[in-house]
């Protein structure tokens, strides 16, 4: 705040309640989340597609900056315990991620593929080591890839 020249009472102001500064940081921040990690396939076979998704979202960068990452493993509790517009907000961004990724999986899948990713780069960021962060990094990436590609059984296409 200070470096944009406000004072925490002018910053707090512009808000009539801590439930509207959420709900705005909120916005924003899906729809960062969305145009990082939900593009859409241009040009490029399906598993391609999905790997190249993968590589985006389940990687050692994204799991130690959780600043610039995606907003759900961060404020996925925080979003459970908001207020219904806040929670609609959050649903309509899960459902256009849920959207480019059912074109690609089908349905059902995309809700496990959206659960699985942001699980595993919850559960990396929880780590206290860093080898037991990157094994549940690794083995989220795999188990998806295995699920989702159409690999063989020593992981070529």
């Known amino acids: 705040m200070a470096a944009a020249g406000l004072t925490s009472g002018a910053f707090y102001n512009h808000f009539t309640s801590k439930t509207e500064l ?7 921040e899906v729809d960062h989340s ?9 040009g490029e076979s399906v598993d391609d597609w999905i ?4 590589k985006r979202y389940l990687n050692w960068k994204h799991v130690q900056s959780p600043e610039s990452g995606c907003v759900v493993p961060s404020l996925g509790a925080e979003i459970a315990r908001a207020d219904k517009t806040t929670k609609k907000i959050f649903e309509d961004a899960a459902k256009r991620i849920h959207d480019v990724w059912a074109a690609q999986v089908g349905d059902e899948a995309a809700w496990a593929v959206i659960s699985q990713l942001v699980g595993t780069v919850l559960l990396a960021r929880a780590m206290a080591s860093d080898k037991t962060s990157k094994e549940v ?12 590609m ?6 070529q296409k």
Do not use: C, P
Not at 22 to 28: A, V
Not at 34 to 42: C, R, Y
Not at 137 to 148: H, I, R, S, T, Y
């Open 137 to 148: 990094l690794n083995a989220g990436k795999e188990f998806l890839e295995k699920a989702l």
């Open 150 to 155: 159409h690999k063989d059984s020593e992981g």
């Open 51 to 54: 790997e190249r998704q993968l």
């Open 34 to 42: 969305f145009t990082m990690f939900a593009d859409e396939v241009s």
């Open 22 to 28: 959420f709900s705005e940081l909120l916005k924003r």
